[in-house]
């Protein structure tokens, strides 16, 4: 069974940091593209950023901020943020695609509030 477990999130002030991990098992993690997408309220999930075996992918709207970094022999994967502003509020879920199988596989998601 796929598991996608999400971690990290919680309430930060405009200007902080927070770091999110998704750990994944069940799969052959280094076989993935992780990625990182958010849905914020009234709002269509949206993809922050993603990381393959060899390059990396932002947002507009984070790059410069959010650093993402995976561990395959940890089998996760990490979102570092810094400057967090309110409108980064959003659950934030891990994604697991195979690019060659097409198989997608999504965490339960972690909420992140930034706000005074």
């Known amino acids: 069974q796929v598991q996608l477990v999400e971690s990290g999130g919680g309430l930060v002030q405009p200007g902080g940091s927070l770091r999110l991990s998704c750990a994944g098992s069940?799969?052959?993690?280094?076989?993935?593209?992780m990625g990182w997408y958010r849905q914020a309220p009234g709002k269509e999930r949206e993809l922050v950023a993603d990381?393959?075996?060899?390059?990396?992918n932002y947002a507009d709207s984070v790059k410069g901020r959010f650093t993402i970094s995976r561990d395959n022999a940890k089998n996760t994967v990490y979102l570092q943020m810094h400057v967090l502003t309110p409108e980064d509020t959003a659950v934030y879920y891990c994604?697991?695609?195979?690019?060659?199988?097409?198989?997608?596989?999504w965490g339960q998601g972690t909420q992140v509030t930034v706000s005074s």
């Open positions: 994604n697991a695609w195979a690019t060659v199988t097409g198989r997608n596989y």
């Open positions: 069940g799969i052959i993690f280094s076989l993935y593209t």
């Open positions: 990381i393959s075996s060899g390059s990396t």
